[in-house]
């Protein structure tokens, strides 16, 4: 079993930043890659970018955040963080992050943590 924990969501204004971070722990050996998704209200739940767990050395991102979000991973710390800047209210959502096995399914979730931004 994986464990995540979300944490770094809060309320801020359009063209703000935010950092989320996503600590894993448990057996974090079995984990292919980590990804960040989003579901905004009355919305279905999308990916938002990943990132290979052993070294950080693959990412991919939704076109809708390209150049303003930044996903990178800590090793030492065992966690994965989403840099989000030039936030807009459509950024608003439950952010969550999900850890995906070799077999290519995401088979641990966190809780998901809250971002809102306001115009």
């Known amino acids: 079993q994986v464990q995540l924990v979300e944490s770094g969501g809060g309320l801020v204004q359009a063209g703000d930043s935010l950092r989320l971070s996503c600590a894993a722990s448990?057996?974090?050996?079995?984990?292919?890659?980590v990804g960040w998704f989003r579901q905004a209200p009355g919305k279905e739940r999308e990916f938002v970018a990943d990132?290979?767990?052993?070294?950080?050395?693959?990412?991919s991102y939704a076109e809708s955040v390209k150049g303003r979000f930044t996903i990178s991973r800590d090793i030492a710390k065992n966690t994965v963080n989403l840099q989000m800047n030039s936030l807009t209210p459509d950024d608003t959502a439950v952010y969550y992050c999900?850890?995906?096995?070799?077999?290519?399914?995401?088979?641990?979730w966190g809780q998901g943590t809250q971002v809102t931004v306001s115009s």
């Open positions: 999900a850890a995906q096995t070799p077999r290519l399914t995401y088979d641990w």
């Open positions: 990132i290979k767990w052993s070294d950080g050395g693959i990412s």
């Open positions: 448990g057996r974090t050996f079995g984990i292919y890659f």
